[in-house]
T-cell receptor, first 112, second 112 residues
Framework: LAKTTQPISMDSYEGQEVNITCSHN???????ITWYQQFPSQGPRFIIQ???TKVTNEVASLFIPADRKSSTLSLPRVSLSDTAVYYC?????????????FGSGTKLNVKP | DVKVTQSSRYLVKRTGEKVFLECVQD?????MFWYRQDPGLGLRLIYF???????EKGDIPEGYSVSREKKERFSLILESASTNQTSMYLC???????????FGSGTRLTVV
């Protein structure tokens, strides 16, 4: 299973774009990259998922370079309510997906 | 809207007690999980189940057991609670055909 490395914490200000990068050097051919968001006292919730290039939804964008050894979650114009922990997960859709390693994530602190 | 419901939000138990944490999902998902979350350690997988009556150990199964008698219900059992099991416990489920975990709101267990 591919292990991931993310910054422990990041600070930003309201209205800024925030980019959180995740390293996954051992990513396998069948692995997808998935990002989750967790607010205090709640369980994580799915934000976005991708395999290569760029994926965008109403919440975020996910940029994946050609070698797929890293990925960047981009949050446009953050607000105070985006203060949360963000987790990067890498794995395939098969049985091993059940053993995802969430790690400690990146704690994003958005300031006014 | 899909839901994972954990029976208790907060729980206080005494050392040596047998503790049951219940989780119910209404999405007909095959896979269910129990995690614990501690500051600085992220989410760690305790056990998961990929079918009724099937279970597999995660990263930290010691001191825990699980039961899955019905597809919608996954119980975590602390056979003899200890203070080092004081933690936030999160239940999750997912179908076998996508990457999205759905988490419950968590149970904050304190063992005194």
């Amino acid at each position: 299973l591919a292990k991931t490395t993310q910054p422990i914490s990041m600070d930003s200000y309201e209205g800024q774009e925030v980019n959180i990068t995740c390293s996954h050097n051992n990513i396998a051919t069948n692995d997808y990259i998935t990002w989750y968001q967790q607010f205090p006292s709640q369980g994580p919730r799915f934000i976005i998922q991708g395999y290569k290039t760029k994926v965008t939804n109403e919440v975020a964008s996910l940029f994946i370079p050609a070698d797929r050894k890293s990925s960047t979650l981009s949050l446009p114009r953050v607000s105070l309510s985006d203060t949360a922990v963000y987790y990067c997960l890498v794995g395939d859709m098969g049985y091993n997906f059940n053993k995802f390693y969430f790690g400690s994530g990146t704690k994003l602190n958005v300031k006014p | 809207d899909v839901k994972v419901t954990q029976s208790s939000r907060y729980l206080v138990k005494r050392t040596g007690e047998k503790v049951f944490l219940e989780c119910v999902q209404d999405m007909d998902h095959e896979n269910m999980f129990w995690y614990r979350q501690d500051p600085g350690l992220g989410l760690r997988l305790i056990y998961f189940s990929y079918d009724v009556k099937m279970k597999e150990k995660g990263d930290i199964p010691e001191g825990y057991s699980v039961s899955r008698e019905k597809k919608e219900r996954f119980s975590l059992i602390l056979e003899s609670a200890s203070t080092n099991q004081t933690s936030m416990y999160l239940c999750a489920s997912r179908t076998g055909t996508n990457y999205g975990y759905t988490f419950g709101s968590g149970t904050r267990l304190t063992v005194v």
